[in-house]
């Protein structure tokens, strides 16, 4: 099995930065490419940012493009989403996630395994 547990979450200003952390743990040999999704309160989860296996791919939602940076370091089995310059709309529960395809993907279904969440509040 494999657990994902996200951190780095917490309250900022718009325009601040903040750096979520993922941290994963188990059969990391089955956390191949991998994203952030985040979940606004009355919303549906949406994809942010996926990577593929060894990070050579990368892909992000138009909203984030230029703003928000997605990296791994696989030998610390770590997952990275840079926030900058965050706007209010950012705001959510960000969501770690992992699937054991190697390659990207933008779609919630196609993940197979989930962190339980860090909380990302934006004032203005």
């Known amino acids: 099995q494999v657990r994902l547990v996200e951190s780095g979450g917490g309250l900022v200003q718009a325009g601040d930065s903040l750096r979520l952390s993922c941290q994963a743990s188990?059969?990391?040999?089955?956390?191949?490419?991998m994203a952030w999704f985040r979940q606004a309160p009355g919303k549906e989860r949406e994809w942010v940012a996926a990577?593929?296996?060894?990070?050579?791919?990368?892909r992000y939602t138009d909203s984030v493009k230029g703003r928000f940076g997605i990296s791994r370091n696989d030998a610390r089995n770590m997952l990275y989403l840079q926030m900058t310059n965050v706007r209010p709309e950012d705001a959510g529960v960000y969501y770690c996630?992992?699937?054991?395809?190697?390659?990207?993907?933008?779609?919630?279904?196609?993940?197979?395994?989930w962190g339980q969440g860090t909380q990302v509040t934006v004032s203005s």
């Open positions: 996630a992992a699937r054991e395809s190697v390659l990207l993907s933008t779609v919630l279904a196609e993940y197979d395994y």
């Open positions: 188990g059969r990391t040999s089955s956390t191949n490419a």
């Open positions: 990577i593929s296996y060894v990070g050579g791919n990368t």
